[in-house]
């Protein structure tokens, strides 16, 4: 009766041995998901709460300050006024009648103009200012005595004797004098040749 209560835990130990299966220890922290690891050099993305930073604002080039392209023409440089005299009244009758012949007051001017002339006669700047007036008011005759006066107190400035060539050009076109005009305009582009080439 012993043995068989020996042979029958025996029996009941080995069915209890083959029915139970062996399962590993589950490490949980080895369960956890690791996060995604991007190949090397390859550059992280932003968070969708990341705001990019602004980049700066251009600068803003003004029209003076650019330069010119290459080959791109300019502007002639404006000629420097010419000093006409040295005489405070005289300077204040040539405002006078550079004002009044702006306003097309040219009596006026020529009467300021004829004013400064009893100062300064052998002044070549006035007699060609004069000479100017007198052609914008038709008197094509008298402009061209005034320009050809202005000459011949001119010396070696040929700056203004281009311009009293011009003036006697232009008397000769309105009193129908095309040849005298032609050479007359060919004497200003000469001597306005020479002057810039003194100027450099």
């Known amino acids: 009766m012993r043995i068989r209560f020996i042979f029958a835990a025996a029996w009941l130990l080995s069915l209890a041995a083959c029915s139970s299966v062996h399962t590993p220890a589950v490490n949980p922290a080895a369960t956890?998901?690791?996060p995604a690891q991007l190949p090397v050099g390859m550059p992280q993305l932003a968070s969708p709460t990341t705001i990019p930073p602004t980049a700066p604002a251009a600068s803003i080039v003004?029209?003076?300050q650019q330069l010119p392209l290459t080959g791109e023409a300019t502007a002639p440089e404006a000629e420097p006024r010419p000093v006409m005299s040295a005489n405070r009244a005289v300077l204040a009758l040539l405002d006078h009648a550079e004002l009044d012949s702006k306003a097309g007051k040219r009596d006026a001017a020529g009467a300021s103009l004829e004013r400064a002339l009893?100062?300064?006669p052998r002044n070549p700047w006035l007699w060609l200012q004069l000479a100017q007036v007198r052609l914008a008011q038709g008197q094509y005759?008298?402009?061209i005595t005034l320009a050809r006066k202005a000459n011949s107190f001119a010396a070696r400035n040929y700056r203004l004797q281009a311009?009293?060539?011009q003036v006697i050009a232009q008397s000769r076109v309105a009193l129908g004098d095309t040849a005298g005009a032609e050479q007359a305009y060919k004497l200003a582009a000469d001597l306005a040749l020479q002057a810039r080439a003194e100027q450099h």
Request: proline share 7%; aromatic share 6%; net charge negative.
């Open 62 to 64: 003004t029209p003076e």
């Open 141 to 143: 005759a008298q402009a």
């Open 32 to 34: 956890a998901v690791a």
């Open 163 to 165: 311009d009293s060539w």
């Open 118 to 120: 009893r100062i300064e």
